[in-house]
């Protein structure tokens, strides 16, 4: 059985670019969520998905967005990068909100 | 406003000694759940314990307990005989009611030296 897993592992951009992560949840989970973690800091909530819905956000801008496709993959799209979103981008799967088991994750880079 | 606090940035220890990594939160919640999670240096959090707020007993899983205590808003867990595989940082986190979100305390970085 498959865990969490999230695509690419690593990906280097450079500023005003858009970026397009993947995550694929564990077998049997329907909800997705996506976290930020900064170097040295503990990973900050930015949005989650349930039936292809957002059903609840973070305090992250509108350039942050995401999608949620009927096999319960999701995407976390970010436009006009910024230095400061230098960041390991982390999924997590779950059958409710009380369940969050994460991926390996995705690291960015924006030069 | 929630919040999860760990006071100890980073904590050194020679193996087999006993280890103790503290947690407090805020949440005016009634009903929420706390998690504790290990973050190797690969980068995956790998979920150790959920516990819900109406369930104060401990728990313990092999050399590793939890002691939680709604009096004083803490949840801390102990590694006994700490080995070298045990070094990571380890995140305390809350989930309130039925927001669907983490909030993660900043981490306690343990460093097993053998």
């Known amino acids: 059985d498959a865990g969490v897993t999230q695509s690419p592992t690593h990906l280097i951009k450079t500023r005003g670019q858009q970026v397009t992560l993947r995550c694929s949840p564990k077998?049997?989970?329907?909800?997705v969520s996506w976290y930020q973690q900064a170097l040295g800091q503990g990973p900050q909530f930015i949005f989650q998905?349930?039936?292809?819905?957002?059903?609840q956000r973070g305090n992250f801008p509108d350039r942050f967005s995401g999608h949620q496709f009927p096999n319960y993959s999701s995407e976390l799209n970010v436009n006009a990068l910024l230095l400061g979103d230098s960041a390991l981008y982390l999924c997590a799967s779950g059958t409710d909100e009380r369940w969050q088991y994460f991926g390996p994750g995705t690291r960015l880079l924006v030069l | 406003a929630q919040k999860v606090t760990q006071a100890q940035t980073e904590i050194s220890v020679v193996e087999k000694e006993d280890v103790t990594l503290d947690c407090v939160y805020e949440t005016r919640d009634t009903t929420y759940y706390l998690f504790w999670y290990k973050q190797p240096p690969s980068g995956e959090l790998v979920f150790l314990i959920r516990r819900n707020s109406f369930d104060e007993q401990n728990e313990i899983s092999g050399r590793y307990s939890w002691n939680f205590q709604k009096s004083t808003s803490s949840f801390n867990f102990t590694i006994t005989a700490s080995q070298v595989v045990d070094s990571a940082v380890y995140f305390c986190a809350l989930s309130g009611g039925n927001t669907g979100k983490l909030i993660f305390g900043q981490g306690t970085t343990l460093q097993v030296k053998p």
């Open positions: 077998s049997g989970h329907d909800t």
């Open positions: 998905y349930y039936e292809e819905e957002e059903r």
